[in-house]
């Protein structure tokens, strides 16, 4: 199976802040990346598409880049709603596996 | 709108079975694969099972494999998964969640997600 590796696993940040989480696949996966935000107690919310593409209703302030390997998600500047956890997924393999997670706290 | 209800959670022993179901509405049932993905308690998301949108075809992870199956019925815009031989580490909230391809590939996403229905396997 493909894994997947975000980091950090936990990160401290203010409202206003820049915030970049990366996200490494342990084979390439083309753009086949997907980027999802989970609220504590809520089910996931896909937020990013194919590595750059944003979800529909997704705030702008959301960008992801990359392909092959290596893959960022960024939040240009922080609002308290968007402090979750953010996970990565590969969808290049339909053995669909997702990263381990990164948490987003309010510094 | 569409909306995904998961049931069928709840308490089971270990060796037992269990089998959920997720109620779709919303959306042309058939035309759209559909996955289990679960969460342990405290940890980080994980993919079970998908299955494509004629229910033809399936997946699963490893950790799953010989013991869960996936399956629709598409007259009752209904998912399933049964359960068997559960063990401690299958303890979860399992969501459905629908993807935007009728046979899963690699343009795969997970659009819509239901709210999760927990299983708990102890004694």
């Known amino acids: 199976d493909i894994q997947m590796t975000q980091s950090p696993s936990s990160l401290s940040a203010s409202v206003g802040d820049r915030v970049t989480i990366t996200c490494r696949a342990s084979q390439s996966i083309g753009s086949y990346l997907n980027w999802y935000q989970q609220k504590p107690g809520k089910a996931p919310k896909l937020l990013i598409y194919?590595?750059?593409s944003l979800q529909s209703g997704v705030p702008s302030r959301f960008s992801g880049s990359g392909s092959g390997t290596d893959f960022t998600l960024t939040i240009s500047s922080l609002q308290p709603e968007d402090f979750a956890t953010y996970y990565c997924q590969q969808s290049y393999s339909t053995r669909y596996t997702f990263g381990q997670g990164t948490k987003l706290e309010i510094k | 709108e569409v909306q995904l209800l998961e049931s069928g959670g709840g308490l089971v022993q270990p060796g037992g079975s269990l089998r959920l179901s997720c109620a779709a509405s919303?959306?042309?049932?058939?035309?759209?694969?559909m996955s289990w993905v679960r969460q342990a308690p405290e940890k980080g998301l994980e993919w079970v099972s998908a299955?494509?949108?004629?229910?033809?075809?399936?997946y699963y992870a490893d950790s799953v494999k010989g013991r869960f199956t996936i399956s629709r019925d598409n007259s009752k815009n209904t998912l399933y998964l049964q359960m068997n031989s559960l063990r401690a580490e299958d303890t979860a909230v399992y969501y459905c969640?629908?993807?935007?391809?009728?046979?899963?590939?690699?343009?795969?996403?997970?659009?819509?997600w239901g709210q999760g229905t927990l299983v708990t396997v102890s004694s």
């Open positions: 919303g959306f042309t049932f058939s035309s759209y694969a």
């Open positions: 194919a590595a750059s």
């Open positions: 299955i494509s949108g004629s229910g033809h075809s399936t």
């Open positions: 969640a629908k993807d935007i391809v009728v046979v899963p590939d690699a343009g795969s996403k997970f659009d819509y």
